[in-house]
């Protein structure tokens, strides 16, 4: 008769809790004779034991993070329990509702293949920020609003990399494949349980975040604003860039955009004048460059109006910056100091361009987004810092902002701060950028006005500038004059009749690597400053003559001030004693007839 082995003392010393349990489980150990289960037995089944169906969205994305892409789908569906799983189960945790008659599952239903396609579904896209916030209620919030073309890209791969981004556009089908976006959805869930902060950006419409995530009292929202016409016209530049980088529509953006245009795919050899042309009707379409954007996705959905976007940034207390202050917002607020500037606009429609040609219709358009901007760079004034806060805002503006806000309506900004706004009078840089400006629109595009040549002459000799240039002027040569004084003018004739005429000098500077990169330019239009900018390369120097500063019977003096003038012998340049600036190539003048009604 076989003796009953017993546990040995060793084994009892290990297990001392399974070794006195009456419910143990017993083990063969050897002829036949069993002892009671060890602790490693008992632990030796979670090797390979399955993991529960999500109950909740905590939950869910706790069994994400165990997405493993080098085995894949099966191998992760594989170590989920499924045992008793409803319809109902899925579409709660993942779609966030209960299921309807439509969804009914029939017979044969596998909750195995439910889970997947409902991961991969339209709907748990749409309600993926909201679900992933919501399941790490601890976690703080870095919210950037992201109005387009408001340096949003530069600042979202600078701060990208200091917390855990969750962007918006993971909602938006196409961007990824079902592969790539369950392996981005995993690896942030695995990320998430050791992440101090989110930072949550994207193109998303204030209100609407607010009302599916909430806003808890240490969550840090902020925003970047841009001249509104400027915003128009980046976005238009951008568009036709985007699609000469695609020009058959490939990607969703780019298809979107041909359409909009009215082309399958865009023509090959086009000229910079058929490149701006283009871009003028990308710029008046409103499909593509949008309305009043930052009053849109600051605002609450109801439309692109100025008082729901500024009651929601005094709300939620948003930090408000513009790309004025960016640069010093981003050094001050986060420490980054670097000038980088990413997805930066082609400029084939400048600015200063697009002004001439389409003011009215971009008045119009930005009349909302006008009166938010103006109202916090006054604000930022004001203070004197690189940003400010909605409630700040509210503070400063007092009794006439909130009696404002019923009526849609700004308060009248102080005289101070409209006599700030300068004209920007550097419209071109570099001779690719000149090149691009001067290009002539040959189509006639609604809407758009016309330019009636006033003067025309060149500053090389003999070419006609000698009949306007004053005091401050070297001898002209073969193609240009250059400046030789720290103060130069030229009289332009009288500018009789209706219409806003502009003055335009083509002009390369005189600079010396390292020693003396640039020259600082003030231009004044009879006696009145009119802007001023730093000129390194050939570039196009541009000022609208102010009303108040022309007279039917007297001549126009613009006066150009070149502090930075210096002569080439005293830095080593040349033995030039010429005291130089600006080599001026050529003036124009034109009047700017509006368009017909």
Known sequence: MARRRT????????????????DAQEATLGDGVKSQETQKDLLDRFRHAPVRMPRSGAELFRVLALYNPQTGWDAFLGMIDFTGVAPRHIHQVLLGRHPGSA???????????????ALLSRAFRERLMSAFLHAY???GRDVFIHVPKCAGTDLILNLGSRSLPIPK???????????????????LARAAITADRFFVYGHMELGKYADVAGVRPDDRIFTVLRDPIDLMVSQANYVIGRIRQDPRGREPDAAEYLHLLDLTHLPEGLTNGDLKELTLRALLNPLISEPNRASYYLGSGSGAIYTA???????????ITTTKNYDRWLAERWGITEQTRHNRSEPILANAEARRLCAAALD???????????????ALLETGRASITGQEVARLGGLPLAEG???????????TMQNTVEQNILVAEAAKYVEVYLAVVSAKIPGTAVLETIVEAGFGANQGGEHFRLEGWAR??????????HQCSVQLPRLRGEGRFVVRLIASPFVVKERLPLQQVELLINGVRIGSCEVKDVSVIEAEVPAAQRDDEMPVTVVLRLPTATRPNAIGASADDRLLALAVRSMTVFRIVPPRS
């Open 405 to 415: 806000l019923g009526a849609n309506a700004c308060p009248p900004l102080p005289r």
């Open 137 to 139: 209620p601890s976690t």
């Open 476 to 485: 002209a040569e073969e193609s240009f004059t250059w400046t030789a004084a």
């Open 169 to 187: 556009m993971l909602e938006v089908g196409g961007w990824t494949s079902d592969v790539e976006f369950i392996e981005i959805v995993s690896g």
């Open 309 to 319: 976007a500024l009651k929601n940034l005094i709300v939620h207390n948003v930090e």
């Open 103 to 117: 969804d009914s599952p029939g017979s044969g239903y596998d909750p195995r293949q439910h889970f997947r396609d």
């Open 364 to 378: 119009a358009a930005t009349q909302e987004d006008r009166k938010l901007y103006d109202l916090v760079s006054w």
């Open 7 to 22: 546990v040995s003392k060793l084994a009892l010393d290990i297990v001392p809790d399974l070794a006195g349990c009456d």
